[in-house]
């Protein structure tokens, strides 16, 4: 971390944060002295403006940064909050080492953008839901959108036609902002499109089952059909309507049904469900009239389809991202997934869960997280700072929920806030990386915003960082997940590692997972070669039954990982431990079922190397000599067909027991084999 060529700015806020200038310059290593300001945004506020020029400003206040922003006009400007997550609450030379950590991590330079996703959206808007509420919302929305109705009860029509009015019954809706696909059937006899409203059918009916909605009763038609001759030939009335799917595309769809059509925890952009509270749909029409125009997110993820386990050869193996997923925007798609990046809401759950490190998170990605770590860690260990406590939060709820803790309380002096996206990207290598670099503990704030997938998935990521690390003999709970805020108030500091960490985090997570085990394990209290752990894990061996196995090799050509090898000279099945991720894709591709996985960590360089698993003496061709197979496999084939008709035949079960060549020309050879040309009708 280095604060070169940038400009610190303090302030004290009227002195309710304590500061000491001199220490914290010492603390950041900076060349000149500090001056910390009392009321940086009201009477010091020309003291700001004059350390405004060509060099980064970093201004210790988040508050008032839009009254900076207004001072500093065009300046290159960075803020960062010291007084609720270090400040307040704290007795005086205890916040030190936050504050100066806080302030080196937000001197490093930005991340490198992710790439965008475009959207492009023209105003065209289907209302669906009854139709009371529809149309008056369409009209309300008429003058600004381009909009149609899709009325799924039945409602008084307006007396104008201004915009397509359809009724039915929703059967698939997908897509995302400016790309809806909707689907419905039409279940009543009027079509309300071709509809002319001219009354004639109302008049006809004469059970009155027809009124001013244009739709037929069905409980009151007694099928006199008098409203079909009543409407002629503007053929709007059908009775015998097959009920074949319309299908139309919108830009935005309102959804005002009771329960939503959608249900997903995460809703794709473009489509709003406020459900039946007029005040939850006066605001999602006013959002709606936003939507209108081209936009741009990030690409959140980044895919390696080559080492992805989700499958092979039709066999199911890692399904993980899939099941996590509360946006539906991954799905199965052969041997590998496939990602909508439009429905994509950045959550990064999918990278967290994913074993191989397929999928990865890129905004920001693990490495510019690292970073940020390494520098907060080493900054505030320097600064005298102890049991550091560092607490993972998102950009919404989560620091809402820091900020008002800190306003009321104060944040303990070891616990430092962590702000990301969402909370769900913060993966098993993140963690152990933070230990690693000297975290004492590491908790995520999870709210009730976050989704109980999310949940699930962080727990179970934890639990397994949390075993390796206690089975090291580092004592105390590291790793947890925290709903409230206030729930720090009660932890007491884990053990930390003897000595921090210098490496930088990886892009590839399972070579972080490799540097952050081997760190923790070679300052161990109590090293171990093996560690064993729950079902699940992305870390473990596999058995083979030798008794069953014939080598047939299936399972080097399933598995993703080259976990599997062959061996050139001998039959033989090989296996490299630090590269199996227990995707199960052998297991279920063995057709003796004789491999069982083995979740557990093995430490160390024999991680590394291949061991063999099951080997057999070669099967020779009784032809020409060369071995083909194994003895165990040609033995296992010829009892299971030795008895079949088709090898019943003199010389067939020999030459079961040829290679492929030989076989060949022991057939031709053979003059009374039967060939196609001797069948007769």
Known sequence: MSLEGKTLKVCSCNRTVAVDAKALASALKLSEPLVVHDQLCRKDAAAFQAALGDSEVIVACTQEAALFGELAERADLKFVNVREQAGWGVRPGEALPKIAALVAMAALPDPEPAPAVEFKSGGELLIIGPAEA???WAERLAGELSVSVLATQRGELPLERRYPVWSGRVTKLEGWLGAFEVEWRQENPIDLEVCTRCNACVRACPESAIGYDYQVDLDKCKAHRACVAACGAIGA??????????????????????????????????????????????????????LVGEFEKPRFFRYREKICAHSRSGQNGCNQCIDVCSSGAIRADGDHVKVEPHLCAGCGGCATV?????????????????????????TYRDAGGKDACVVFHDADAGRK????????????????????????????????????????????LA?????????????????????????????????GLIREVNEIGALAPAATVAKPALFNLSPEKRTTLDFAIDHLAKHAPTPKDEIPLGAGAPFGAITVNKETCTL?????GACPEAALLDSPETPQLRFIERNCVQCGLCASTCPEDAIRLVPRLLIGAQAKEPVTLNEADPFNCVRCGKPYGTRQMVEAMLGRLGGHSMFAGPGALRRLQMCGDCRVVDMMDNKTEVTIHDVRK
Do not use: W
């Not at 006066?282 to 709606?288: G, I, P, V």
């Open 552 to 556: 047939c090799k299936a399972c080097i």
């Open 134 to 136: 529809a149309l008056d």
């Open 237 to 290: 009335i059908d009775f015998s309507r097959a009920e074949v799917a319309r299908r139309e595309k919108f830009d935005l769809v309102l959804d005002l049904s009771r329960e939503p059509i959608l249900r997903l925890h995460q809703l794709p952009q473009g489509y709003l469900a406020p459900g039946a509270d007029p005040l939850e749909q006066a605001l999602a029409a006013r959002e709606l009239e936003n």
């Open 447 to 479: 709210t009730d915003k976050v989704a109980d997938s999310y949940v699930a998935a962080l727990e179970r990521q934890l639990g397994h960082a949390q075993a390796i690390l206690s089975a090291l003999g580092y004592g105390g709970t590291h790793l």
């Open 401 to 444: 929920a820091v900020l008002e803790f800190g306003r009321r309380t104060g944040l303990p002096p070891r616990v430092i806030p962590f702000e990301c996206f969402h909370v769900a990207s913060i993966g098993i290598d993140l963690v152990l990386g933070a230990i690693a670099y000297g975290a004492s503990q590491v908790r995520i």
């Open 354 to 378: 994913c074993p191989s490190g397929a999928m990865t998170y890129a905004y920001p990605q693990v490495p510019d997280l690292g970073m940020r770590l390494k520098t907060l860690l080493g």
